[in-house]
């Protein structure tokens, strides 16, 4: 049983999963992991990895599972819902401008194909640089703004589409 | 002679200001006995502050000088609510002579000093000048009225490179230059004054001596209308990003018995000789030979007043009322001591990973600690909103232990407590500070972030078992739905509803 799935800006996919009695087995990037679920409260899960104890806290939603382990967080869910639609929030977000300011740069061209992570435009913010990334691979669809434009807070900057697979 | 202050009870207090600082006045109000007034803006009707308060009040829609800076508008508030008392919290107009003024003129008791000192203390020239009257050390510097480049660039050689451009009205790092050598001095002059004088209206410096492993080091003080001005210690605060305090603790490692003897009594020094009232923060920057100079005093409560609660388990806000009240402080300073270690952490609502900038939106989940000794205040309760308006501090995580190794382990276990879940935060980042060798040896100066970029590295790392499993629990249907409840289909089966919808 394997699935796509976006963690954070990751996109887990390929990977071996297995549930036995004694809880999960996953094998994903030549990594094996021994997961088991100690103990379930509402919103916080205390777990097994490999023998190492964990918490998380955990919150669902329409956008997916938001979660925090030991201070760091991650948005799980499918991977289609960050490319090509953009849909607000801290993840997905990414794509739209934080908070007003203005455009500095813009380091790609429509229909050129983005990876996972890459910068795709500069902009400027309570007089702090704030770098754009793509939160997957993709093809940059629309490019909404140009260098020396003021945007204000929450508006889409980018549109990505699905990038090539395989 | 202090003048002869009638004692008035008070028996309802106005708190203007909002967030973790009124939920922590209005907590010790109620302790006390004492009816609390809050104020709130439209988005703001079902904040914790609004929730704890006996009464609320609208400041109305607008930008802050509308609303919480509406000097007018609070004051009526507190006489339409019969509040006798104000207290400005810290931000906001707590350190504004101009409005200390207008509550007393009202017949308001203001909590806080008068606004003299507050007028004194908020000018770094003249309060810098005062120290130097009372042999309060200060950085050796230039802060005259001769603001000609030729004469700036003059007294920087006296005073000897590097040093430090500060502007006189600043505060925030705003207008300020570090130079290193003569000739870059003209450069840093030119846009620290322009830098200065849009953001103050004032473009005046000031030139001091540059010190290269400074800490920050600051004593609480309280002080009465009865000539008693005593101390609570000291606080060390030299975890900074931009001027912006993010860990705090005490006792200090780098302060010797004499060191701390000597600090203290020079901050009773500067309270007594200006007669001061109620609660104040007498800052210093200590060198690596265990001098100090004073840096500026703060006349108000501070964020990180928490952890000298702490060790000394004194309630501050408490005695700043009792102050407000014309009572005695109910201390003797021989028999205030440090008990233990505390350290706090401030949460911000930021990123880490992408240069420490602000982010916004829901908190899903507070979260909660069985931890002894560990404290939360904060404004933010699971639900609410975080918006650009207001200062990105979503709470301050405060723990107390025997030890300094004992408190810095139980606040990284504190940590984990409170995920403030759904918005990004800093908590990685600090606990990567906490368990950095060189904060546990104590080598915190306040170029400490700077001088460890392997700690945000370190948050960037990603960590495949924790994610791998992740993703095994999902696949497992182990993360339970809560706002989708209607259907009883898993979160997995809701994705891929949600996919299906998006392939349509």
């Not at chain 1, 994903?28 to 205390?46: A, D, G, M, P, Y």
């Not at chain 2, 904060?439 to 972030?449: A, D, L, P």
């Not at chain 2, 696949?475 to 898993?490: A, E």
């Amino acid at each position: 049983m394997a699935k796509k799935l976006m963690l954070g800006k990751n996109l887990i996919d390929g990977a071996e999963f297995k549930k036995d009695s004694d809880g999960y087995f996953v094998k994903f990037n030549e990594q094996e992991t021994r997961v088991e679920v100690l103990h379930s409260l509402e919103n916080k899960i205390i777990f097994n990895v490999n023998g190492v104890k964990k918490v998380a806290h955990y919150h669902a939603d329409q956008k997916g599972v938001h979660l925090d382990v030991e201070g760091r967080s991650y948005l799980l869910h499918g991977p289609k819902k960050s490319l090509g639609k953009v849909s607000g929030g801290e993840e997905e977000g990414q794509l739209k401008s934080p908070m007003p300011g203005k455009v500095l740069q813009v380091l790609i061209n429509e229909g050129e194909t983005v990876s996972n992570g890459q910068a795709l435009l500069v902009m400027e913010a309570m007089k702090m640089e704030h770098t754009i990334k793509s939160p997957g691979d993709a093809v940059v669809e629309k490019v909404l703004y140009e260098a020396g434009d003021l945007v204000e807070g929450d508006v889409e900057l980018i549109v990505l589409g699905e990038g090539k697979k395989e | 002679m202090s003048e002869q202050l009638k004692e008035q009870k008070i028996k309802k207090l106005l708190i203007s200001n909002r967030g973790e600082i009124a939920c922590r006045v209005i907590h010790t109000a109620k302790l006390l006995g004492i009816k609390t007034v809050a104020l709130f803006t439209p988005d703001e009707k079902n904040a914790k502050h609004v929730q704890m308060a006996d009464e609320a009040f609208s400041l109305g829609e607008g930008v802050l000088g509308e609303t919480y800076l509406n000097k007018q508008k609070i004051i009526s508030i507190a006489r339409e609510s019969g509040a006798e008392a104000i207290h400005p919290g810290y931000g906001f107009l707590s350190e504004n002579a101009e409005f200390c003024e207008l509550v007393e003129k009202a017949g308001i008791i203001f909590v806080g000093p008068t606004s003299e000192h507050i007028r004194l203390m908020g000018d770094k020239i003249m309060s810098k000048t005062k120290m130097q009257e009372i042999s309060v050390p200060v950085i050796p510097g230039y802060n005259g009225n001769d603001q000609s480049a030729a004469n700036l660039k003059k007294q920087a050689k006296i005073i000897g490179f590097p040093v430090l451009i500060k502007a006189t009205a600043g505060g925030g790092g705003k207008g300020m230059r570090i130079v290193h050598k003569e000739e870059d001095f003209s450069a840093s002059l030119e846009s620290a004054k322009s830098e200065a004088l849009s953001s103050f209206s004032n473009g005046d410096v000031l030139i001091e001596k540059f010190i290269t492993k400074p800490r920050h080091i600051e004593v609480q003080m309280m002080s009465d209308t009865h000539e008693n001005h005593l101390h609570f210690y000291e606080r060390e605060c030299s975890i900074q990003r931009r001027y912006q305090k993010i860990i705090e603790e005490t006792p200090s490692v780098a302060l010797t018995p004499e060191i701390r003897e000597s600090i203290c009594t020079d901050a009773v020094k500067i309270t007594s000789a200006i007669n001061y009232r109620g609660a104040a923060t007498v800052e210093f920057i200590l060198d690596e030979d265990g001098s100090y100079y004073f840096l500026e005093m703060n006349t108000r409560l501070q964020v990180e007043h928490p952890i000298t609660e702490e060790v000394t388990g004194v309630d501050l806000v408490a005695m700043q009322i009792l102050v407000a009240e014309g009572k005695k402080l109910p201390y003797e300073q021989e028999k205030i001591s440090q008990r233990g270690h505390s350290i706090e952490c401030r949460i911000y609502a930021e990123d880490p990973e992408n240069n420490f900038f602000p982010t916004t939106g829901k908190i899903f989940v507070v979260g909660k600690s069985d931890l002894p000794g560990v404290r939360l205040d904060s404004g933010i309760q699971n639900g609410d909103e975080v918006t650009v308006n207001y200062d990105p501090m979503i709470a301050k995580l405060i723990v107390h232990a025997e030890n300094r190794g004992m408190a810095i382990s139980k606040m990284q276990k504190a940590l984990n407590d409170y995920p403030f879940l759904g918005l990004k935060n800093n908590r990685l980042y600090l606990k990567k500070v906490l368990g950095s060798e060189a904060f546990k040896e104590g080598e915190t100066w306040t170029n400490f972030i700077d001088e460890h970029p392997e700690l945000f590295e370190q948050c960037e790392k990603r960590n495949f078992p924790v994610e791998n499993s992740l993703y095994g629990m999902f696949c497992g249907g182990v993360f339970k739905k809560t706002n989708i409840s209607q259907s009883n289909s898993s979160v997995e089966e809701f994705i891929e509803d949600e996919l299906q919808k998006f392939r349509n």
